[in-house]
Every structure is written in C-alpha cells, then in structure tokens.
C-alpha cells in the first residue's frame, strides 16, 4: 500500500547495468535527475560474476550521489538494483561493498516488481503497455482495467547484447529476432491496450531526444515523443554503421552510451515487429519514480 506522500527532501538512486542515477525529491515533486555512466554489467555475458573495476566505479558513485543528495538535504536516500546485481553469482560481495563506502542497503529488485515499478513511474496509474530496455534486461508490462495482466523480463540489454555481437548488424539482428519470440505471447494482452506501447530506460530517452532534434537533452520535451517502426529501423542501422567516435558528437548523447545506442535500437525494432507495434512512445519517467512513489515520495 502507497505510504503517505513524504514532506521534504528525499532521494532514490537506480544502480542500473549501464549507468547509476540520483533522482532528488522534494514535497512529491521531482527537482532533477543525473547519471553516472560506470558499466556494472561489463562482462556480464561472459561470466556470471561482476568485475572488481566495475564494483568499485559502481560503488564510488552511489557513495557520491549519496553524499551530494545529503549536502542538498536529503532526509532519506532510497537506493535499488537491477539485473546485473541480481543475476551475479557475486552479488552479495557488491552489497558489502556499497555498504562499507555509502551506508546504503542496497535494495534488489526482481524482474517482475522492475516491469512493475516501470510501469507506475511510466504510466502512474492509467492503463497501458511500458517497455524498459535497459543494460542487462529488458521487461514489458501491460495494465488492463486497473490490473497488471503481463509481466516478463527476459535478460537481454543493450551491455549484454554488445558483450556478445558487438557493433555488428547482422549478429545484433539474428540474436534480437530471435530473443523478440520470449515476448510474442504479449500479444495477446497488447490488444486490450489497443497496442499502446511505451518505451522508458536510457536507450529510448536517448532515441527520443534524437527524434525530437534537441540540442539539450531535456525530460519533459522527450516524454511523449513518438517514433515508428520504421524510424527505429533506420536508426537501428545509421547507428550500427557510423564510428562510435562520430556518434558521441550527437546532441544528448552520453559518451558512454555512444557504443550501445545502436544494438538498444535494433532491440527494440524487433520488439517492435514481433508486436506488430507501428510506434512507440517515449517517456523520461520511469522505475525511479515507480520506486519513489511505492516509497510514498511522489
């Protein structure tokens, strides 16, 4: 049941496969969102074990973004994890870690509660479809009549996806069509939201920035952005066909995530297919505020 909404400053960090984010709270409303881009997921294709670089990049940037949210009043800092925690033989070894340098109990979230939380973040509390594409997994939820009827998480992101084809279009295209078949059986319950797809995470914010042509990556003008099928297919291959030198120098575009964008959007157009979605829409909100708000923050 949702807390009642906390008064005052408050803040939740997302430690994602990609990137860590700080989400700062004040009075239920959001007053900004930053990331760190530290790749706890490298590897993770390979081995079921996170690296020891990647841990402690990782670590050092909750412990920052602990203190920064505390130095601008913070009461209470939330933190959670993601896929590459949860599926790491050595997970325990990282929550050890990240308490020794924050404090922080870190906070690991199953598959099926990230598609929910996702989905409340994303959607609030209106019907609808979201798609989270993120370093390590990727989850769809749909709600009908107020109820979640579908959740699923498969592990595949875009970390994943380039540890095991790299930038190569044809290997990215093979292992996303076939990957796409764990999510078919979302059909059946898209139709009740009349295929309304919303897609949230680092990959789709960026695509969308893209498609809204900014030249400063801002939240608000990026939610509600629509891009089709076939924009995604040509991104898919404009992105996986230029340097990943030539790609950094885009607008909005995280130089650590100049060398994923292109797998993240031909991840996502064979979702896209396999659905028989013919567009999605993007949204800037998404598990940080789900989280936030199961919290009682928002």
């Known amino acids: 049941m949702k807390n009642e909404t906390f008064r005052g400053k408050s803040a939740v960090i997302d430690v994602g496969s990609n990137s860590v984010r700080l989400m700062l709270v004040a009075d239920g409303k959001v007053l900004y ?62 929550l050890r870690l990240v308490k020794e340098k924050s404090g922080i109990d870190l906070s690991v979230l199953s598959g099926e509660e990230e598609a929910a939380l996702g989905m409340s973040g994303a959607l609030h509390s209106a019907d609808g479809a979201t798609l989270d594409v993120g370093g390590a997994s990727t989850e769809i939820a749909v709600r009908h009549a107020g109820k979640i009827v579908y959740k699923k998480s498969v592990p595949l992101g875009v970390v994943r996806l380039k540890d095991l084809c790299g930038r190569d279009l044809r290997k990215i295209g093979g292992l996303c069509e076939r990957e796409a078949e764990e999510f078919r059986d979302a059909k059946d319950f898209l139709r009740f939201v009349c295929g309304n797809m919303t897609a949230i995470g680092g990959t789709a914010t960026t695509l969308g920035a893209m498609k809204a042509d900014l030249k400063e990556y801002d939240g608000k003008k990026v939610t509600g952005t629509k891009i089709t099928a076939v924009e995604m297919k040509i991104y898919a291959e404009k992105l996986l066909t230029l340097p990943v030198c030539e790609i950094e120098k885009f607008p909005c575009m995280p130089k650590k995530r100049a060398d994923v964008i292109g797998g993240g959007a031909a991840w996502i157009e064979a979702l896209m297919r396999t659905l028989s979605l013919s567009e999605i829409t993007v949204s800037d909100e998404d598990n940080l505020e789900g989280y936030a708000r199961e919290k009682g923050l928002l």
């Open 33 to 94: 969102k930053t990331l760190d881009t530290t790749r706890l997921g490298d590897g993770i294709a390979f081995s079921p074990r996170l690296k020891e670089e990647a841990q402690e990049r990782t670590a050092n940037a909750i412990a920052a973004f602990k203190n920064r949210a505390e130095a601008e009043g913070a009461a209470i800092v939330y933190a959670y994890a993601t896929a590459a925690v949860r599926e790491a033989e050595n997970k325990d070894e990282f």
